[in-house]
């Protein structure tokens, strides 16, 4: 028995025991100040005490790079609002009681503030007294209220178009379900941060009108026990209590300025994640030359005005001066040509004198990523390239959907584009282009924002949306205007994954289809076996996956594709053919995606008279549609697909099996968009409704 109480007791004396239970015991212990006497040691220790946090907090406040990383400062502004009106109270009552005994009755501290600090002097104590709180209620405590109250709105506004971005990033592959959970989360908490901020930006407000009225009624209060029970003189009373009382607000009030100040450093906060406070204004306040010029030889102009206290304005006219010319030098350093550029020359030099060999014949990069000079940042290792990091969550988000592994995308720096442009080639030839400004961001528009931005108009390369190239500043307010805002590096890589998605067809090589094969085998030998190359050659078995990829439809079913292509190899080997088996074996997969869940299945279908004159051209055995019908079908199919869109529904044609490979190969470049399905890739557990008819208006 005694061991197991050894036990508990040691438990409950552990270390996260007694850091859950010091919050409760911290918030008991300041109550109890308000209700029971303090001796005067205890008192200048607690003093001591709020003041030593005040300081501790704002050197926290300081060195945050962002407001969450403080998230605790609602709480801690708080608590320690409470202390201050605890201490207030406990030193309301020693002064009363004892302080006709003299300036050290309350302690050491109330004496050092309300002699050393004002000189002893009572009518300078009340005036810096009511200095401080002016200026901790009038100008720092409502100027922090303000921008936090803001801050609140437009974080709650821009809540929206940062899931947004958040989903976006998680469909292109650029963060797993972990991040995605993770930023989702810390969008929540930012949304509540501000709004606790805002909150207790008020108790600091009233803690300033409290801190006068304690001051007037302590001064009453001791006027009255002076004079009344203490026989004192009006004169001596006045002076002893008032300028205890003066000790006493001064020493609430400046750590309660303390703790204002660093509300306002946390939600004045704006952008620099990378460094703290300190290095941010450093960075762009004292970075431009010019402007240090300008200003040193304004000061020096006016130190030798006559009558101006020359040597000081002449002396910080030569320090700012000094400043600018280190600056000036430092920044012609970084201008000059870096090492790494002079080694790609002098390798360049040495390239042109050898002989040309077989070595100078490089393949062709199936997948590339061109980069002007300024880009280089974002996909250089030594530099932690962001983008990098990307295009590795890329390709696997790829192999995931898609069901196989792409190429390796094979970066370089080219110098004939310009210094922000990138462009994406496949085997050598240009599918994609764009710019992209690092440090800046790209607001783009879904449709649905409420006002223009300040900023660089321009196109949105992977979706064709206008968007806006803004900076740092401005993204608060971008979002709160319902915009989608995404850094550079993730613009370069939704594009790129946008090209990777519409040339998938194109990227699935021979190599690539070959290990597919090999990494199907692994789990079922035997099927693999039988079809390659018994059954099929490769080459067929790659075209068959090449027809489903350009019409969208994954691959990752290998083992469904695999036992239909065995089961008709036999009777044909015509790879459209074996395409239309595939896909109705695929039916309910190819369903799924486009209409999630049990939903009806919602689409256009052909009129009757239209279809029956399309199955007579393809029974011609030409396949030939007539130009005047061809244009209607491409028109009304195109006016009914906008529709289905508009109505927030995919554009979906539902063909006879026979006229589906026709109409998908004659609209897919008219309609990009279209999906063209056949009747028996349709599962015959989902219902189907026709919401248009292409061909009913004649």
């Not at 026989?231 to 300025?257: K, R, W």
């Not at 979706?463 to 806006?468: A, D, Q, R």
């Not at 099927?527 to 050659?537: I, N």
């Amino acid at each position: 028995m005694a061991n197991e109480n050894v036990l508990r007791l040691r438990q409950i004396l552990s270390p996260a025991n007694l850091r859950a239970l010091g919050a409760p015991i911290l918030i008991i212990m300041i109550l109890a100040m308000m209700v029971l006497p303090l001796p005067v040691f205890l008192l200048d220790v607690f003093f001591t005490f709020n003041i030593a946090i005040s300081v501790m907090v704002m050197m926290v406040a300081m060195y945050t790079r962002r407001p969450l990383d403080f998230s605790a400062f609602p709480t801690v502004l708080l608590v320690a609002t409470l202390l201050r009106l605890s201490l207030n109270v406990a030193s309301t009552r020693i002064v009363l009681l004892h302080g006709h005994a003299g300036p050290d009755a309350a302690g050491k501290v109330i004496e050092a503030f309300g002699q050393f600090l004002v000189g002893g002097n009572t009518a300078v104590g009340i005036v810096v007294f009511v200095i401080l709180t002016i200026i901790n209620f009038v100008v720092i405590t409502k100027g922090a209220g303000r921008i936090a109250e803001v801050g609140a709105r437009f974080t709650l506004d821009a809540m929206p178009g940062k899931q947004m971005a958040i989903d976006a990033d998680l469909n292109a592959g650029l963060i797993d379900e972990k991040t995605a959970k993770q930023r989702r989360k810390e969008v929540a908490q930012e949304s509540d941060f501000y709004g606790a901020m805002d909150g207790a930006s008020k108790f600091v407000r009233g803690d300033a009108i409290a801190g006068i009225l304690i001051l007037i009624i302590n001064i009453l209060g001791g006027l009255f026990v002076g004079v009344i029970q203490h026989n004192m003189a009006v004169g001596d009373a006045a002076h002893t209590y008032t300028l205890l009382t003066i000790g006493d607000g001064l020493v609430a009030q400046i750590p309660a300025l303390i703790i204002s100040v660093a509300a306002g450093l946390v939600v004045s906060r704006v952008g620099g994640d990378d460094v703290d406070m300190g290095a941010q204004i450093i960075g762009q306040v004292f970075s431009n030359v010019q402007v240090l010029i300008l200003t040193a030889v304004i000061v020096g102009v006016l130190g030798l005005i006559p009558g101006m206290p020359n040597l000081v304005f002449l002396l910080f006219a030569s320090s700012i001066g000094g400043l600018a010319w280190f600056r000036s030098r430092r920044g012609a350093g970084e201008e000059a040509p870096s090492q790494q550029e002079a080694q790609i020359a002098a390798e360049a030099r040495a390239a042109e004198a050898q002989e040309a060999s077989w070595s100078d014949v490089a393949p062709v990069d199936v997948l590339g990523l061109e980069v002007g000079y300024r880009l280089i940042p974002m996909v250089d290792k030594g530099q932690n390239g962001e983008l990098l990091r990307r295009i590795r969550g890329l390709r696997k988000k790829f192999a995931q959907d898609v069901g196989f592994l792409t190429a390796p995308v094979h970066i370089r720096d080219n110098l004939e584009l310009k210094p922000n442009a990138y462009r994406v080639t496949l085997k050598g030839v240009e599918v994609g282009a764009g710019e992209a400004f690092p440090g800046q961001f790209l607001a783009i528009n879904p449709g649905r924002v409420v006002g223009p931005l300040a900023g660089r108009e321009t196109i949105d390369p992977a979706f064709g949306l206008p968007s806006y190239w803004i900076d740092n500043v401005t993204r608060e307010q971008a979002h709160a205007l319902g915009y989608t805002v995404v850094d550079a590096s993730t613009v370069v890589a939704t594009h790129l994954n946008q090209v990777i998605l519409g040339h998938a067809a194109e990227l699935l090589g021979r190599q690539e289809t070959q290990a597919l094969l090999d990494h199907v085998s692994k789990e079922t030998p035997k099927l693999v076996e039988d079809l390659v190359p018994k059954l099929l050659p490769v080459s067929v078995v790659q075209r068959v996956l090449q027809n489903l990829l350009a019409e969208e439809v994954n691959i990752r079913d290998m083992r469904t594709i695999i036992e239909v292509l065995a089961e008709y190899a036999p009777r044909t080997q015509d790879a459209a053919e074996l395409t239309t088996r595939v896909r109705e074996a695929l039916g309910r997969a190819i369903i799924q995606a486009l209409f999630p869940g049990n939903a009806e299945v919602q689409v256009m279908a052909l009129e009757p008279g239209l279809e029956r004159i399309l199955s007579q051209a393809m029974g011609g055995g030409d396949g030939v549609i007539e130009p005047g019908l061809a244009d209607t079908l491409l028109r009304q199919t195109a006016q009914l697909a906008q529709r289905q869109e508009e109505i927030g529904l995919p554009p979906v044609l539902l063909v006879p099996a026979q006229l589906r490979l026709l109409l998908s190969r004659f609209l897919r470049r008219a309609v990009p968009a279209l999906r063209v399905i056949a009747n028996s890739e349709v599962p015959e557990s989902r219902t189907i409704r026709v919401t248009g008819m292409v061909g009913a208006g004649g």
